[in-house]
């Protein structure tokens, strides 16, 4: 399928170490890939579900030892281990290759070896990167080819060029003590072995489109950014676009799908998902910020997925989808999950296989990390510029976290390095919901504290160098908290499509048509200034939310001083800066 010199000898140096008994090489063409599913049901790998109900789903079930990404067992192996930095686990290079080639070794006996070219972004757009992944997982294969660009068009784009990062991936034995997911930042290159959960396997998500992506990011002056991407529509058509970035359960789906409350629709306000889950961003010709969604499918989380929480996600999962350790609904070979309705099935197998009884019994049907993989374009509201080659321009981005007390709903950045120094200190609290009472504080820098495949100190730095960059064009940074809890522990914003007007108020900003008070930590909207037309709720507990107390951010202060104390000597001395000119202001 190529004559690519460098592909075609690691392929040769792959087959000599896995032994397969045979090659496929993954061409993208319907006909191949239906073939492949019809092997995947004749085995059990999938099944297939009711083909009138969810056409061209299946449902898949993994080992009980490999159900989640495995932090501990994820590895950066930078050649000098100060390089992978104190946040990520790291291995000598030369001995991790010898000790992954050596659980690998003839792996593949018996087994077929599935080569998947794929491109991450739109193939042929100058922010898009390929990679080439060789499996002995059907599974795998089906799910790259909803989450990525797959196949001959691939191939033909690479051409002659040695610019392409390698992946590994053998399920070995799924032995949890032997699992590894390694990456080799400098090498370009990806390995995974003794894991068939999609989040260890489809070497394209985490582990190329941020963690390698990062530091090619760095030394190529982009950026792979653990970001959703959407489009706000004003009535007379004008389009402005964001990325966000927030830890998990942080509603970061949510607001990529979000549809706007009835009274915004009526005047003709739309919102268009770009991507939910990452974003590749470099400067363009015009000098403005431009970004792309490197994946064409959604990774999502089933359970709490329905028609109130989401349903432009639900939307997406009703055809060509891959269900993950959900429940298996036997009454009608369709799926269920917690959180989906108030109907579970009697008569169903739970995510281990075992027969379940929704009706009856004490424990969850769906595991509480199953997932779907379903192909992007499904989504009602996805956007136009989707398969765009040069992206779309950023007018704002977005950090968030989950604050009971601090935090306010919205607040802007004083500028760049400020709104580099917002996201470093990213943060999001356990709260006892019923007595609201604090938890611990876990930061989550730019959210990507487990994605990034390098130094976090060396990550900040490029952030200030992104900044020079686009100079006057850069976007504006923003922080938003939808989390804000009362004395007995009750949210008091709406959050979801109400998140719209936050957004609202984000995009007047940019355009020079709000008023903001500037405060401590940055710019805070006037209560008048978030339109809560349509909405049943008092304009005093809005100036709560958007209240400053200096005392709790002095106190937040510490907290920050505490966490930056882990870089060490590569912290910028920006940031240092930026804390320092945070406690002047609040002394005031």
């Known amino acids: 399928m190529t004559s690519n010199k460098s592909v075609l000898s690691w392929i040769e140096e792959m087959k000599e170490l896995l032994t397969p008994d045979s090659v496929v090489w993954i061409d993208g063409s319907e006909e191949q890939l239906n073939a492949l599913r019809a092997e995947a049901c004749s085995t059990g790998e999938i099944i297939k579900l009711n083909e009138e109900k969810l056409p061209g789903c299946y449902l ?75 499996t002995d997982s059907i599974y795998v294969v089906l799910n790259m080819a909803i989450m990525t660009r797959i196949g001959a068009k691939v191939v033909e784009q690479l051409g002659d060029s040695t610019d392409w990062i390698k992946g590994l991936h053998s399920r070995c034995d799924i032995d949890a003590e032997k699992r590894y997911i390694c990456h080799f930042p400098e090498d370009n290159y990806i390995i995974s072995v003794n894991s068939g959960y999609g989040g260890n396997v489809l070497l394209g998500k985490k582990c190329f489109a941020l963690r390698i992506a990062s530091y090619l990011g760095k030394n190529n002056q982009w950026m792979a950014e653990h970001m959703l991407i959407l489009g706000i529509q004003k009535p007379d058509g004008d389009i402005k676009y964001v990325t966000a970035a927030f830890p998990s359960a942080c509603g970061k789906t949510n607001l990529a799908m979000l549809i706007p409350p009835e009274g915004y629709q009526k005047k003709g306000y739309k919102v268009w998902t770009v991507g939910d889950d990452i974003a ?111 992206g779309v321009p950023v007018s704002a981005i977005i950090f ?117 008070n500037e405060t401590a930590i940055g710019y805070v909207p006037n209560a008048d200034d978030i339109n809560l037309e349509g ?15 200096n005392a709790k951010w002095s106190k937040e202060a510490e907290g920050i001083a505490e966490f930056y104390k882990k870089f060490g000597d590569r912290l910028p001395k920006e940031l240092a800066d930026q804390l320092d000119g945070l406690n002047k202001r609040l002394a005031k």
């Open 60 to 134: 898949h079930k993994t080992a009980v030892n490999d159900v989640a990404r495995v932090e501990d067992r994820t590895f950066i192996c930078a050649r000098n281990e100060k390089d992978a930095g104190p946040t990520n686990h790291w291995k000598d290079p030369q001995e991790a290759y010898k000790m992954l080639f050596d659980i690998a070794k003839g792996s593949y006996k018996g087994r077929t070896m599935y080569i998947i070219p794929y491109s991450m972004g739109p193939i042929g757009s100058p922010l898009s990167q390929i990679g080439f992944e060789v």
């Open 280 to 390: 590749w961003m470099r400067k363009g010709p015009d000098g403005r910020l431009w970004a792309i969604n490197p994946e064409n499918g959604f990774f999502g989380v089933a359970p709490g997925t329905n028609v109130k929480s989401n349903p432009n996600a639900l939307a997406s999962t009703k055809q060509g989808t891959i269900f993950t350790n959900v429940v298996h609904n036997l009454e009608d070979n369709t799926v269920w999950w917690e959180g989906l309705d108030k109907n579970p099935p009697a008569n169903a197998e739970n995510w281990k296989g075992q027969p379940w009884n929704g009706q009856t019994s004490d424990e969850k049907g769906a595991h509480p990390n199953s997932r779907f993989t379903a192909p992007a374009k499904n989504c009602p509201c996805i956007s136009s510029e989707f398969d765009s080659i040069t």
């Open 400 to 516: 968030g976290g989950r604050r009971a007390q601090t935090t306010p709903l919205v607040y802007q950045s004083r500028d760049w390095n400020n709104g580099v120094f917002v996201g470093s200190i990213m943060a999001s609290e356990t709260t006892a919901a019923a007595t609201g009472a604090v938890g611990v504080v876990r930061r989550d820098p730019m959210a990507m504290l487990p994605f990034c495949g390098y130094h976090m100190g060396d990550y900040f730095k490029h952030w200030f160098e992104m900044g020079e960059l686009l100079g006057d064009k850069a976007p504006k940074i923003f922080n938003v908290n939808w989390f804000r809890l009362d004395d007995e522990g009750n949210f008091l914003w709406p959050g979801f499509g109400d998140n719209f007007r936050v957004l609202e108020w984000i995009i007047n900003r940019c355009e020079d048509k709000a008023d903001a």
């Open 535 to 549: 909405l049943d709720m008092d304009k005093k507990v809005l100036e709560d939310i958007l209240a400053v107390d």
